[in-house]
C-alpha cells in the first residue's frame, strides 16, 4: 500500500505533459528565439513541443537539444506506453492515436478457478490499538500463496532480516498454517513503501542490483533464511527503482532484470515474485521484458490510484474517486500488453481497505465532486484517509450509513456524517473484479492485506466464493 506523498510526482507529471500539449492550442506565441520553452524545443512558428516538427535544425530556434521522453510517433523502446507526435509518452488516444491495444480475452465463467490467490500479511497487525488480527485467523484453503510483509535487508552487510525481532514468531506461526493446507505456499515479501522511502534502506535495493558482491551476500542470507523458516519464495517489494528520491540510479532499469536472473539461478527451488506499479510514472523504470522470464508472476498494485495527496494539484485535482477504480485499472493493465507480458504472470491486486475524503459539499457526493482533505484517522488503523474493511463493517453499523454501487468504478460507495465520502470492495466488486481478471485471462487475484478483515475474516470467505483457488497451484 503506497503512501500518499509517494504519488504526488506522478500528477506533477500529468501536469506537465498537458502543459506541453496545450501550448500549441494558444494563439499566441510561447517562445521565440530569444525566449525559451519552459518544456520542449521552440519551433519557428514560436510553440513548445517535441520531436522533428520543434527540435529539428530546419524547425527549431531555441532549446533545441531538448530529448523527447520516447520516439515520436512510436513506442519507445525501453517505454510501456504509447509516445504521441510530440514525443511525450501516455495511454490514451492522444498519445496513441489509432494503435489498439492487444488485450487478452477468455470467457467469464463464475465457476473457473484461479491459479493463484495470494494474499499479503502485515506482521504489524497484532500490535494495532484495536481490530488486531492473527495468523489463526487466516481461514484455510482461502489463499494459494500467503506473503508475509515485510522482511529487511541490513543495509551495510545485504542480509535479509526480520523487520522486528518479534517477528520470526509471526512467520512461523504462518508456515505453521501449512500443516492443515498442504497446498498453501508462504513467501517473506521484502521491502514495501517504508523501505523504499528516505532512510537507510532507501537505496539498499539499488545497492544489491548494481554489485555481484552484494547480491552474492543477499542471496546466502535469503538461502539461510528459508531454510530455517520453512517458507516457499520470495517476493521483492523494490517500488521505485531509478527514482533518485528514493536511493535509486538510473542504471536500475538495467541492472534490475541482471538482479533477478542471478536470484532466480540460486533460488531454483523457490518461487520468486515481484510487486509492480498499475501507474506509468513509477512502472517506466521496470524493464519488464527482461524482467519476466525471471519470475514466477507479477503482483500488480492495482489500488492507491486515488487518494488525499491529489488535494494540492491541478492536474490530479481534488476530486472524490476510487482508489481501485475497475475503469483505470483495465488502462494499468494495457501498460503490460503493451510489454507482451505473459497474462498467466500477472496477478490483480485488490484491497481490503478504502481511501475515503471529506467531501467540499453535502449537496455533492458523487465521483468528480471536489473534496476538503482525507476522512479522519481511525482507531485501528490510524491514517488519515484510510479505514480498513474491518472499521468500515464497524462505521456500517454504528452510522446505519448504506452503501451504493458504482457500477463503472465497481466499488461500493459509502458516506456519513459531515461529508465523509469513502469507496471500498465487498462481495458484490470483488466479483466484478475476480470476472475482469477472468475476463483478461490473468493468472490470479493478490490482496493488500489479509490483516485488514474482520475477525470472522468475513472478507477472505468472500473472495474465497467469487474468486476460488485450484487446490494446487
Same mark, same amino acid.
Given at each position: ?33 530569444s525566449?525559451?520553452?519552459? =518544456?520542449? &524545443? %521552440? !519551433?519557428?512558428? #514560436? @510553440? +513548445? *513541443?517535441?520531436?522533428?516538427?520543434y /527540435? ?23 517505454? =510501456?506506453? &504509447? %509516445? !504521441?507526435?510530440? #514525443? @511525450? +509518452? *501516455?495511454?490514451?488516444?492522444?498519445? /496513441? ?32 490499538? +484495536? ?31 526480520p ?43 539499488s ?16 538461502l ?25 540510479r ?51 498494485m492495482?489500488y ?14 481534488p ?27 500477472v ?43 474491518s ?83
Open positions: 500500500m503506497a503512501k500518499s506523498k509517494d504519488l504526488l510526482p506522478y500528477f506533477v507529471w500529468v501536469f506537465i505533459l498537458c502543459l506541453a500539449g496545450l501550448t500549441q492550442a494558444q494563439d499566441t506565441p510561447q517562445c521565440s528565439a525566449v525559451p520553452c519552459e =518544456v520542449g &524545443c %521552440c !519551433s519557428e512558428s #514560436g @510553440f +513548445c *513541443g517535441l520531436g522533428p516538427d /527540435c529539428s535544425k530546419s524547425a527549431c530556434v531555441n532549446n533545441c537539444d531538448r530529448k523527447a521522453d520516447c520516439d515520436p510517433g512510436g513506442y519507445g523502446e525501453d517505454y =510501456v506506453v &504509447c %509516445c !504521441s507526435k510530440h #514525443g @511525450f +509518452c *501516455g495511454t490514451t488516444e492522444k498519445f /496513441c492515436g489509432t494503435k489498439k491495444v492487444n488485450r487478452p480475452s477468455c470467457a467469464i465463467d463464475e465457476s473457473t478457478h484461479f491459479k493463484r490467490v495470494v494474499g499479503y500479511y502485515e506482521t504489524w497487525a497484532t500490535g494495532r490499538a +484495536c481490530n488486531r488480527f492473527y495468523p489463526k485467523q487466516i481461514p484455510t484453503g482461502v489463499y494459494s500463496h500467503i506473503n508475509l510483509a515485510f522482511a529487511s535487508i541490513n543495509p551495510s552487510t545485504f542480509e535479509l532480516v523487520a522486528a525481532n518479534a517477528d520470526m514468531d509471526l512467520y512461523k506461526r504462518v508456515a505453521n498454517l501449512k500443516a492443515e493446507d498442504p497446498h498453501l505456499k508462504v513467501l517473506i515479501a521484502v521491502g514495501g513503501s517504508d523501505f523504499n522511502d528516505t532512510g537507510p534502506t532507501a537505496a539498499t535495493f545497492d544489491i542490483a548494481r554489485s555481484e558482491v552484494a547480491q552474492e551476500k543477499f542471496i546466502d542470507s535469503v539461510k533464511f528459508m531454510s530455517t523458516s520453512d517458507l516457499d519464495g520470495i517476493d521483492l517489494d523494490w517500488e521505485y527503482p531509478a527514482a533518485k528520491d528514493r536511493g535509486g538510473d542504471d536500475d532499469f538495467a541492472n534490475f532484470p541482471k538482479f533477478m536472473k542471478t536470484l532466480k539461478q540460486a533460488l531454483k527451488e523457490y518461487e520468486i515474485s515481484i510487486t509492480i506499479p498499475a501507474i506509468y510514472r513509477n512502472l517506466q523504470h521496470f524493464d519488464l521484458k527482461n524482467i519476466a522470464p525471471h519470475v514466477d508472476f507479477f503482483n500488480v492495482t492507491d490510484l486515488h487518494g488525499a495527496w491529489e488535494k494540492p494539484t491541478e492536474s490530479g485535482g476530486y472524490l474517486n476510487s482508489h481501485t477504480n475497475l475503469t483505470e485499472i483495465t488502462s494499468g493493465l494495457d501498460l503490460l500488453w503493451r510489454n507482451n507480458i505473459d497474462h498467466d504472470k496477478v490483480l491486486g485488490l484491497a481490503f481497505y478504502s481511501r475515503g475524503f471529506i467531501a467540499s459539499s453535502s449537496s455533492c457526493l458523487s465521483p468528480g465532486c471536489t473534496f476538503e482533505s482525507g476522512t479522519d484517522a481511525q482507531a485501528c488503523s490510524a491514517e488519515v484517509g484510510i479505514a480498513l474493511n472499521e468500515i463493517d464497524d462505521l456500517v453499523a454504528e452510522q446505519g450509513a448504506k452503501p451504493t454501487l458504482d457500477n463503472d468504478a465497481a466499488v461500493k460507495i459509502l458516506t456519513w456524517g459531515d461529508n465523509n465520502w469513502i469507496t471500498y470492495d465487498d462481495e458484490e466488486t470483488l466479483q466484478m473484479k475476480a470476472d475482469f481478471a477472468r475476463s483478461q485471462c490473468l493468472g490470479g487475484v493478490m490482496v493488500w492485506a489479509i490483516s485488514h478483515d474482520t475477525e470472522n475474516a468475513k472478507y477472505s470467505m468472500a473472495l474465497s466464493r467469487v474468486a476460488p483457488r485450484l487446490s494446487s497451484s
